[in-house]
T-cell receptor, first 111, second 114 residues
Framework: GQNIDQPTEMTATEGAIVQINCTYQTSGFNGLFWYQQHAGEAPTFLSYNVLDGLEEKGRFSSFLSRSKGYSYLLLKELQMKDSASYLCAVRSTDSWGKLQFGAGTQVVVTP | DSGVTQTPKHLITATGQRVTLRCSPRSGDLSVYWYQQSLDQGLQFLIQYYNGEERAKGNILERFSAQQFPDLHSELNLSSLELGDSALYFC?????????????FGPGTRLTVL
């Protein structure tokens, strides 16, 4: 089975940086995804990591350490529109692409 | 717009009733996934279909069933509805041929059971 942990909520100021951590336990790892979800809306894909290291995409970066079962999502130059829930999801090797999602981290950006 | 469509957007019904939620995947995507999102439980995987066949099952209740049709659209049937079934139901689709095989989510159906 899988167990995914991420903080419930984080608050940061506009223009700042926030790092959302995610730890996971899985029987066979085949990729980690980050999604952004605004309240009442669909999750939207942000990033994918399958090898160790950092993936950068504009203001968002995601890091993975498979040996530690650890990932983080880094949000830079925070904007008010970044206030949302950020979901960490793991795909295992025994699945057909199905994902196990963490409970999500609610990021609140303040002026 | 992800390219995944879901109908209806909102559904209000009574306990004991049966409803059908519909999903059309992105053009070319063979996999369809259904998720339930309640306030206290996060995004829960229900079931996956690939090209018409069931491939994976999550915490789907026996009162719930799904299928994927030859044109690849999918339906989720919820019966004997209970108050606790009130939630957002999302459909997602993906193409295993993509390197990342990320899932694209539809806008969801908000089900309210009174």
């Amino acid at each position: 089975g899988q167990n995914i942990d991420q903080p419930t909520e984080m608050t940061a100021t506009e223009g700042a940086i926030v790092q959302i951590n995610c730890t996971y336990q899985t029987s066979g790892f085949n990729g980690l995804f980050w999604y952004q979800q605004h309240a009442g809306e669909a999750p939207t894909f942000l990033s994918y990591n399958v090898l160790d290291g950092l993936e950068e995409k504009g203001r968002f970066s995601s890091f993975l350490s498979r040996s530690k079962g650890y990932s983080y999502l880094l949000l830079k130059e925070l904007q008010m529109k970044d206030s949302a829930s950020y979901l960490c999801a793991v795909r295992s090797t025994d699945s057909w692409g199905k994902l196990q999602f963490g409970a999500g981290t609610q990021v609140v950006v303040t002026p | 717009d992800s390219g995944v469509t879901q109908t209806p957007k909102h559904l209000i019904t009574a306990t004991g009733q049966r409803v059908t939620l519909r999903c059309s995947p992105r053009s070319g995507d063979l996999s369809v996934y259904w998720y339930q999102q309640s306030l206290d439980q996060g995004l829960q995987f229900l079931i996956q279909y690939y090209n018409g066949e069931e491939r994976a099952k999550g915490n789907i209740l026996e009162r719930f069933s799904a299928q994927q049709f030859p044109d690849l659209h999918s339906e989720l049937n919820l019966s004997s509805l209970e108050l606790g079934d009130s939630a957002l139901y999302f459909c997602a689709s993906s193409d295993p041929g993509y390197r990342t095989n990320e899932q694209f989510f539809g806008p969801g159906t908000r089900l309210t059971v009174l």
